[in-house]
């Protein structure tokens, strides 16, 4: 399958500060990229979607202002978590597929912590 | 009600054992339905996807059935390795797309002992 890398797998960041968290399509372009969340013994959950070029598309209840998505080429998007607080600890995790229709793979995930 | 519900787990069987993992969602206009496996602290990976008519791949066999909106899993012939975390996924509208995002359910806990 596709590989799909993001960096960093792990971050801690002190309360108030911003973490960017970048995902690449390694060996294929992604016209779509899709963001998760899963808080411990929870569901991965669809945080945004974005198209390459696009500005992306926030579930309800995602912060757009919070969550910052760029995905300005086809093989990298990121994520800015600003203002990060302790209740945004989690594991983030996103995904690549080729087309919007297409298989997702996912990236190895991050894993934040806000102290 | 959860999207996508499954077994609460964990299942804890013996190498060699069968297995069944239930799953139900609660969207009639889902389309594509998946079993996915999760590592502990890794990316889920698909494990395969499920057909109306049901499908089979190796050691495990999934299940669909539209009317009850219920999905299944069995694992056959359990294996040290299969030890993870597996998931019912379901979208709605085309896979992957932006009308047609994934939708996890929580998972079930698999742990064989030898």
């Known amino acids: 399958g596709a590989v799909v890398s993001q960096h960093p797998s792990w971050v801690i960041c002190k309360s108030g500060t911003s973490v960017k968290i970048e995902c690449r399509s390694l060996d294929f372009q992604a016209t779509t990229m899709f963001w998760y969340r899963q808080f411990p013994k929870q569901s991965l959950m669809l945080m945004a979607t974005?198209?390459?070029?696009?500005?992306?598309?926030?579930e309800q209840g995602v912060e757009k202002d919070k969550f910052l998505i760029n995905h300005a080429s086809l093989t990298l998007s990121t994520l800015t978590v600003t203002s990060a607080h302790p209740e945004d600890s989690s594991f983030y995790i996103c995904?690549?597929?080729?087309?919007?229709?297409?298989?997702?793979?996912f990236g190895p995930g991050t894993r934040l912590t806000v102290l | 009600r959860k999207e996508v519900e499954q077994d609460p787990g964990p299942f804890n069987v013996p190498e060699g054992a069968t297995v069944a993992f239930n799953c139900t969602y609660s969207?009639?206009?889902?389309?594509?339905f998946f079993w996915y496996r999760q590592d502990c602290r890794k990316e889920p990976k698909l494990l395969m996807s499920?057909?109306?008519s049901g499908n089979e791949d190796g050691r495990f066999t999934a299940q669909l059935n539209r009317a009850s909106q219920y999905i299944s899993l069995l694992i056959r012939d359990s294996k040290l390795s299969d030890s993870a975390t597996y998931l019912c996924?379901?979208?709605?509208?085309?896979?992957?797309?932006?009308?047609?995002?994934?939708?996890f359910g929580k998972g079930t806990k698999l742990s064989v002992k030898p």
């Open positions: 995904s690549a597929s080729l087309t919007s229709f297409s298989e997702q793979f």
């Open positions: 974005s198209n390459e070029g696009s500005k992306a598309t926030y």
């Open positions: 996924v379901v979208t709605v509208g085309d896979y992957g797309g932006s009308q047609g995002n994934l939708i």
């Open positions: 499920v057909y109306s």
């Open positions: 969207n009639s206009a889902s389309q594509s």
